[in-house]
């Protein structure tokens, strides 16, 4: 049961050298101007609501730029967060920094997740997901001084996967980048590197499917993968490297209702579904719209965008940056090429 686990916990990470044993409130590595919480006295944020197709009410945050001329349409962007994280862990820095240079975003809680609507918690549902950021378009699309013409999407980690998937069905999506993607289906299918069996996938399978009846008849919901809750002697790289992000004050983020550690915790009856998402399937056909892949150069997830960047057709760009790991580029400003961004955004998003 361990070796499951694990395989369904692939999805989580890199190396950050947090030590053994320490106290995870000193423990943090906050090297690079790593800086999760950022805010600017140039933005204004304001929180908002939308529904999805599904009728589930969406909570983000509306980023505008101080002074912006509301009688104007500006280009916009969306942004969303690492899987089984929330707004606050990575999106809101990213959108508060690219709001700084003049584009209105918007972060959102993925439906399941966050302040977003969904039961139970934690749902893994690659469709809603997708949905989520068409939903944000059509918010953005509906806001006088945003040019609905002009709004490019942006996903870490996870949620690299999910707007891929959903440009490939909504062409109002006209610039997309990833950052430190994982293709969530791939990463639970054959784990990293192709690390997971066949064998191995079919008892992850059978697992679920014995919990998903369990919970039909009364069970208590279990949550599976994501972050370790505490470390041990034998804890990989990728489990610390996640740790040292999610489960100490540098990232850690509580969502009202819940605790600390529910983080990142798919449900094991749900997270199945990722088995059968392939969000590269028709990514040529986002062409001729430009695709953007950042990743760390010593990343575990490299693969997930050199295979995005391969199976792309023109015009398609990938950036490796050097040093970095994946969850590097979740906070650390002194690593994220924010300025790569901005030219790709200004250079595709006409105003």
């Known amino acids: 049961m361990k070796e499951l686990a694990l395989g369904l916990a692939l999805m989580l990470g890199s190396v950050s050298g947090l030590a053994i044993g320490a106290s995870p409130a000193l423990a943090q590595d906050m090297s690079n101007g790593a800086d999760n919480f950022y805010r600017s006295d140039r933005v204004v944020v304001e929180k908002i609501t939308f529904e999805n197709k599904f009728g589930m009410k969406v909570v983000g945050n509306l980023f505008t730029p101080q002074g912006l001329d509301r009688s104007a349409q500006t280009p916009a962007i969306v942004v969303g967060h690492p899987m089984g994280a929330t707004k606050e862990q990575s999106a809101n820095l990213y959108a508060t920094k690219l709001a700084e240079q003049g584009f209105v975003t918007l972060s959102f809680d993925l439906s399941f997740w966050g302040e977003s609507e969904g039961q139970p918690r ?33 996903g870490i980690c996870g949620s690299g996967s999910f707007a891929l998937s959903a440009a490939q069905i909504d062409p109002r999506m006209k610039a997309i980048a990833t950052v430190s993607m994982y293709d969530m289906g791939a990463a639970n299918r054959d784990g990293l590197r192709k690390g997971v069996s066949v064998e191995q996938r079919k008892e992850m399978l059978k697992v679920a499917a014995q919990q998903r009846l369990a919970e039909y008849q009364g069970a208590e919901i279990k949550l599976t993968g994501g972050t370790v809750d505490e470390l041990k002697a034998d804890s990989n790289a990728i489990e610390r490297e996640f740790y040292d992000f999610y489960r100490t004050p540098r990232g850690e983020f509580t969502p009202k209702g819940q605790t600390p550690l529910q983080t990142t915790h798919p449900t094991l009856s749900s997270n199945a579904a990722f088995m059968n998402f392939y969000p590269f399937a028709q990514i040529e ?11 760390g150069e010593q990343a575990h997830s490299i693969e997930f965008s050199e295979n995005a960047y391969e199976r792309a057709s023109e015009p398609k760009e990938l950036v490796i940056i050097p040093g970095a790991g994946h969850v590097d580029l979740y906070d650390r400003v002194n690593l994220i090429p924010f300025d790569k961004l901005t030219a790709f955004f200004r250079g595709n998003l006409s105003s």
């Open 285 to 295: 056909t986002i062409s001729p719209r430009p695709l953007l892949f950042i990743a």
């Open 122 to 154: 934690n749902t893994v549902a690659p469709e809603i997901y997708a949905d989520d950021f068409s939903a944000a378009v059509d918010f953005l699309s509906t806001q006088p001084f945003v040019n609905k013409d002009n709004i490019g999407v942006l």
